[in-house]
Nanobody, 125 residues
Framework: QLQLVESGGGLVQSGGSLRLSCVVS????????IAWFRQAPGKEREGVSC????????HYEDSVKSRFTISRDSAKNTVYLQMNSLKPEDTGDYFC??????????????????WGQGTQVRVSA
């Protein structure tokens, strides 16, 4: 069974950077597209970015374009989310999710069946 484990969250000041990692195990990593979602307190879960199984397609939500970069390393079965120029509105729990059929624009949370447990990101003003 596919398992996803996130790490790399923390508390950072506005303008700072964090790199989140999503380690995938239990199935062929190269068969899965991976997305990052986030959920702020009291808000619905929203998509942030995604990357296709071969890494050739990436998508970013407008709110993070030019600040976040998604990448994947097949040798480490890991997908990364490099987050720069963080803002207080980036605060939330960040989750990675996997799918064998990645939709254009990533698709919403219902498009993903496998999820990690999440990692907290807190950006102070």
């Amino acid at each position: 069974q596919l398992q996803l484990v996130e790490s790399g969250g923390g508390l950072v000041q506005s303008g700072g950077s964090l790199r989140l990692s999503c380690v995938v195990s239990g199935a062929a990593f190269d068969f899965y597209g991976i997305a990052w979602f986030r959920q702020a307190p009291g808000k619905e879960r929203e998509g942030v970015s995604c990357i296709s199984s071969n890494g050739r397609y990436t998508h970013y939500e407008d709110s993070v374009k030019s600040r976040f970069t998604i990448s994947r390393d097949s040798a480490k079965n890991t997908v990364y989310l490099q987050m720069n120029s963080l803002k207080p509105e980036d605060t939330g729990d960040y989750f990675c999710a996997a799918t064998q059929i990645l939709l254009n624009g990533c698709g919403g949370p219902k498009s993903f069946k496998q999820w990690g447990q999440g990692t907290q990101v807190r950006v102070s003003a």
